[in-house]
């Protein structure tokens, strides 16, 4: 038995069903993850648009280390300089307002709908598109635009309808005496990697401020630079009135916010809304220091730069195979959509060496850190190519070679890159 295969069997003896692992993970650098083996897989997936600024950073690392050593936990019982600098920062960068931090996109979902129902003071409904995702607990999942994230849960908790995204006449539609808020993803993650359309975001701008309700996003995974934005709002010259954040915050540490401007600001008061372990020391020092990589390394202009050079050979692929039929997305939050089960071509990948995603049944989900370099784009559309090649073959030559030369045995070639990967991987296995 291998070391993958012996921890993929205490995995699945002791810990709950409700993914599907298909490797065992024990040690990432940059842009690479190795498993329990020792091979190595380029890593375009992120840990879900979580790791933005790459495995284990060295600023990361530190902030996260030197804070463990100071102060991890107090509770918000008491001040600490990390959450006001952090609250700070986020208010400066976004909406000129205030923050609350939590610790996960579902629960600064929840905080976001608990934000609107407070505000609406007796209005409770809030407007959420169809095909969005905004999380598992109960409300989220009631927010969901997706039956197949509430089937088995039922009843589900009344005060949310579902408008078609992009659609602004649906939304006006639904938004009544009840409505409290629209909640949208400015680019929807697990329902396909579909942007929001710039009219449709005016719009709905414009009809919250009719109503005097509030406009909310959800920048749970579009957030943090994904889009070559800070937020992903932010490419839409539009301002929502308050947005959720966590994956990236934290780059892998588990944190959350609710970000809201002027408008929603106040409305939390002492006994209103509280997390135990909302804006710890420990978790505003790994957010704080991810904010500085962003911005010292100009990873917001490298997203842009990197989204496109991916999205030119995403096009490529659109016209070159037959069963690719379209790619979309925004800055490095990019989609290859298919005319069939993205699945195989997901697995097909890893096998050789990508780690990609399969959403919405038939979208492979692009998700690499921001500062990932030409070089592993090249690497990483090679392969793509050469999968997409064995598995859908070529639609304008039939005898076209893929453009890769086994990559699986190229990604094996760079174990160098981050310095004794085997005996790194058997170090970490306990």
């Known amino acids: 038995m291998s070391k993958s295969e012996e921890i993929a069997a205490k995995f699945n003896e002791y810990v709950m069903p409700t993914y599907t692992p298909g490797l065992a993970l024990v040690r990432g650098k940059g842009t690479r993850v190795w498993d329990a083996d020792g091979k190595v897989y380029l890593d375009f997936g992120c840990g879900i648009s979580v790791v933005n600024v790459g495995h284990c950073h060295p600023a990361v690392v530190g902030a996260i280390s030197e804070q463990a050593g100071i102060l991890m936990h107090v509770s918000n019982l008491y001040y600490t300089r990390n959450e006001a600098e952090l609250a700070e920062k986020l208010s400066s960068l976004s909406l000129g307002g205030k923050v609350f931090f939590c610790n996960s996109g579902a629960e600064a979902n929840e905080g976001l709908i608990k934000l609107a129902r407070l505000r609406g003071n ?7 598109m169809k095909n969005s995702f905004h999380g598992r607990t109960l409300a989220t999942a009631a927010a969901t635009g997706q039956d197949k994230i509430k089937k088995g849960f039922e009843p589900m908790p009344e005060g949310f309808v579902h408008a078609e995204f992009n659609n602004i006449d649906s ?8 409505t409290a808020a629209v909640l949208l993803e400015p680019v929807q993650g697990e329902g396909g990697v579909i942007p929001a359309d710039p009219e449709f975001m005016h719009a709905v701008r414009a009809l919250c401020d009719e109503k005097d309700i509030l406009m909310l996003c959800d920048e749970v995974q579009c957030g943090m630079g994904r889009t070559g934005h800070w937020f992903a709002y932010q490419g839409y010259e539009v301002m929502p009135d308050a947005f959720s954040l966590a994956k990236a915050l934290g780059s892998g540490y588990p944190i959350g916010a609710v970000v ?11 006994g209103k809304h509280a997390s135990t372990f909302g804006g710890t020391p ?13 911005e010292e390394e100009d990873l917001l202009e490298r997203a842009s730069v990197a989204g496109c050079a991916i999205m030119k050979a995403l096009d490529e692929f659109v016209d070159k195979y037959v069963h690719v039929s379209a790619a979309r997305g925004r800055g490095l939050m990019l989609g290859l959509v298919l005319d069939g089960p993205a699945k195989p071509l997901v697995d097909k990948m890893t ?20 500062n990932v370099k030409d070089s592993e784009i090249e ?12 598995l859908h073959g070529a639609a304008s030559d039939e005898d ?31």
């Open 260 to 270: 809201a401007g002027p408008k929603a600001a106040d409305v939390f008061q002492p």
């Open 282 to 294: 420990l978790a505003c020092a790994a957010a704080l220091a991810t904010l500085q990589v962003i």
């Open 122 to 128: 007796g209005r409770y409904e809030v407007v959420c």
């Open 400 to 430: 076209a070679t893929p453009a890769g030369d086994g990559s699986g045995q190229a990604a094996e070639a760079v174990e160098d890159d981050s310095a004794e990967p085997v005996a790194a991987a058997e170090a970490v296995e306990e």
């Open 379 to 390: 690497e990483a559309m090679d392969i793509m190519d050469e999968c997409l090649a064995e």
């Open 171 to 178: 939304v006006a539609s639904l938004v009544g005496d009840k």
């Open 351 to 370: 096998d050789v060496g990508l780690l990609t995603l399969a959403t919405a049944e038939n979208v492979v989900r692009i998700l690499p850190p921001l």
